[in-house]
C-alpha cells in the first residue's frame, strides 16, 4: 500500500506533544471558534505515553438548545482557571459545539466542583436536547481516557468532518518534479539511508483474541518525509509518469536496505510494496538469494492494480516466480467496485485490500449486495480481503459485522497503542452504537 503523500501518516511518531499548562498562556481560551475535532482525531489516533494518565473534562454544549454569549465567557473563565493550575492541559473546540480540555495533575472533586456550576448554570437557562455521547443524562463527563479511549474516539470520529482537512489546509501548490530534479534523487538514494523513513503496520486479524493475530507487517516508506528531504520544492506526485519511475528507485534502495538484514522484524511475517518491474528485477534476485531461510514463505509482495492493469504479462511471470521461491501476493489499492469485478482466485493472489471509505455504509442496494456476496465468497476462496486504512473505528465495525476478519489501518494502530485488543475495542463500540 503506497498511499499518496497527503494521506500517509508516520505511525509512533505523527503525535501531538500536550505541553505545561502557564497561568498566562494556558488560561486564556480562544475567543474566536476555531474547530479543532481533526487535530484532537490525530492526538488521539497518535497517542503514546504523553497520554498515559491523562484525564479528560467533556461538556456536552451541543445538546444545549441554546448558549449565550455570557454562558461562554463564564465557561472561558471557569475552564481557564482550572487550566492555569494543571500540570499538563489542552482545550479543544468542537464542531458540534462541545468543548474537552485533556488534563493531568488536578483533583477529581475540584474537577467536578467547577462542572457542576457550569452545569447548573446552563441547565437554569437551557434544556439539553437529550442524552450525551456516553449515554448519561448529564452535561459534562469526567474520564479517564486510558479507560475511556475507544468511546471517545468513537465521539470524535463521528463529528470530524474530513480525516485529511487538517494536513492538507494551508499547504501550498509546489511545481511538478523534473527529470533533472529526479536524476538528483535518483543519485542521492544510492546512498541514502532509509531507516529513518522506514515504518511498518501491521495487518491484524480481529477474530484472533491470541498475540499471534498479526497476520503480516506491511513495511513502507514515508514518501511525504522523504520527500521533505531529498526534494522540498517539488511536488513528485504532481508528474505520473516520473513519480512512477521514482518509486521503481525507491523499491530498489528499499531492497538494498532489506538486504543487510530482517532481524529487525524478529520472526514476523512481512509486507513490501513492490513494483512490477522491481520484482522481476536483478535487484530482487539479489534480495532474494540473501532472504534468510526463516524467512522463506514470510515475504507478501503488495502490487497495486494499476501496475497489474498495465504489465499483466509481468504478473504472469511474478506467479510463477513467487510460487517457485514461496512468495505470497497481494493485490493493493481496491474498492468496493473493484473487487465486485475480479475473480480474485483466478488471479492467483493471497491476499487483495481493499481501501476503507464511509461511502460503503451507503451504497445502493444492488451494489451492496454484489460487494457482500463478493466478501462471502472470500472467505470460501484461497484469497483473503484485507480492510486497509481504516482510520476510524467506523472502518473495524463494518469489517466485523461483514465477514472480513484482516483490518489495517490508524484505527487499529491507536487501539493497539493503548495496550487493548482489537475485539475488545470493537465489542466496545459495538455497545455504543445499540
Not at 223 to 248: C, G, K, M, V
Not at 315 to 336: K, N, P, T, W
Not at 407 to 429: E, F, P, W, Y
Request: a negative charge; hydrophobic letters at 40%; charged letters at 25%.
Amino acid at each position: 500500500m503506497r498511499p499518496p503523500p497527503q494521506q500517509q501518516h508516520r505511525p509512533m511518531r505523527d503525535h501531538v506533544r500536550v505541553t505545561p499548562g502557564t497561568r498566562n498562556a494556558a488560561a486564556q481560551l480562544p475567543q474566536e471558534k476555531e474547530f479543532e475535532d481533526a487535530k484532537l482525531l490525530a492526538l488521539l489516533q497518535s497517542s503514546s505515553k504523553e497520554l498515559q494518565g491523562m484525564r479528560l473534562v467533556h461538556l456536552h454544549l451541543g445538546l444545549l438548545e441554546k448558549v449565550e454569549l455570557s454562558d461562554t465567557t463564564m465557561i472561558q473563565r471557569a475552564l481557564g482557571e482550572l487550566a492555569a493550575n494543571s500540570a499538563h492541559v489542552q482545550m479543544f473546540d468542537m464542531s458540534n459545539g462541545d468543548i474537552i480540555m485533556l488534563y493531568k495533575g488536578l483533583k477529581f472533586s475540584s474537577v467536578e466542583e467547577v462542572c457542576k456550576k457550569i452545569e447548573v448554570s446552563l441547565l437554569n437557562k437551557s434544556k439539553m436536547t437529550g442524552v450525551n455521547p456516553y449515554k448519561e443524562a448529564s452535561l459534562y463527563s469526567i474520564l479517564e481516557l486510558s479507560m475511556n479511549f475507544v468511546h471517545v474516539i468513537r465521539y470524535v470520529e463521528s463529528i470530524t468532518k474530513s480525516d485529511s482537512s487538517a494536513l492538507t489546509a494551508g499547504s501550498d501548490a509546489k511545481p511538478a518534479i523534473t527529470p533533472e530534479e529526479l536524476a538528483k534523487i535518483d543519485k542521492s538514494l544510492r546512498m541514502f539511508d532509509l531507516s529513518p523513513f522506514l515504518f511498518n503496520q501491521a495487518v491484524i486479524d480481529i477474530k484472533d483474541d491470541s498475540d499471534k493475530n498479526k497476520e503480516y507487517f506491511e513495511l513502507y516508506i514515508s514518501i511525504r518525509e522523504l520527500q521533505t528531504r531529498l526534494s522540498p520544492d517539488y511536488d513528485l506526485l504532481a508528474n505520473r509518469w516520473l513519480f512512477n519511475h521514482f518509486t521503481a528507485s525507491l523499491d530498489r534502495s528499499l531492497l538494498r536496505s532489506l538486504n543487510h538484514g530482517l532481524e529487525f522484524m524478529g520472526s514476523e511475517s512481512i509486507g513490501i510494496n513492490m513494483n512490477l518491474s522491481t520484482a522481476l528485477s536483478a535487484d530482487f534476485q539479489k534480495f532474494d538469494e540473501r532472504l534468510p531461510a526463516a524467512y522463506r514463505g514470510k515475504v507478501v509482495l503488495e502490487i497495486n492494480k494499476s501496475d497489474l492493469f498495465e504489465h499483466l504479462h509481468l504478473y504472469r511471470e511474478l506467479l510463477d516466480f513467487a510460487h517457485s521461491r514461496e512468495y505470497r501476493i497481494c493485490l493493493d489499492g481496491l474498492d468496493e467496485f473493484w473487487v465486485t469485478q475480479f475473480d480474485l482466485d483466478s488471479l492467483g493472489c493471497h491476499y487483495a485490500k481493499v481501501f476503507w471509505s464511509n461511502s460503503y455504509i451507503t451504497l445502493e442496494p444492488e451494489a451492496e449486495r454484489a460487494f457482500l456476496d463478493k466478501i462471502a465468497a472470500a472467505r470460501e476462496g484461497q484469497c483473503k480481503l484485507i480492510l486497509a486504512r481504516c482510520s476510524t473505528v467506523t472502518g473495524l465495525l463494518y469489517a466485523n459485522k461483514n465477514g472480513i476478519d484482516l483490518v489495517q489501518g490508524h484505527a487499529v494502530d491507536a487501539v493497539l497503542r493503548k495496550g487493548m485488543r482489537i475485539a475488545d475495542a470493537i465489542k466496545t463500540a459495538s455497545l455504543m452504537d445499540d
